[in-house]
């Protein structure tokens, strides 16, 4: 999705998750309700653990879904 896409729609909120169930499940509430997504993942310091990384899934929800045109693909 190229930048120019993700500025049609506002963003709504963005969502951190533990897992990437909960983040699917996050998605797909957005699909019944017909808004946008953008997914991503990250490592972060463990707070149990000052050597171990874990991985969260950022969610954002914007206010619709973008749509590309033809020309711009």
Not at 10 to 16: A, C, F, H, R, Y
Not at 30 to 58: C, F, H, Q, Y
Request: hydrophobic share 45%.
């Amino acid at each position: 999705m190229s930048d120019d896409v993700a500025t049609t729609a506002q963003v709504l909120s963005t969502n951190i998750f533990d897992s990437a169930a909960e983040a699917i499940e996050a998605i797909a509430a957005a699909d019944v309700l017909g808004l946008g997504i953008k997914v991503s993942n990250r490592l972060v310091p463990d707070e149990d653990s000052d050597d171990t990384l874990v991985e969260e899934w950022i969610v954002e929800l914007f206010t619709s879904v973008p749509t590309v045109d033809e020309d711009e693909e």
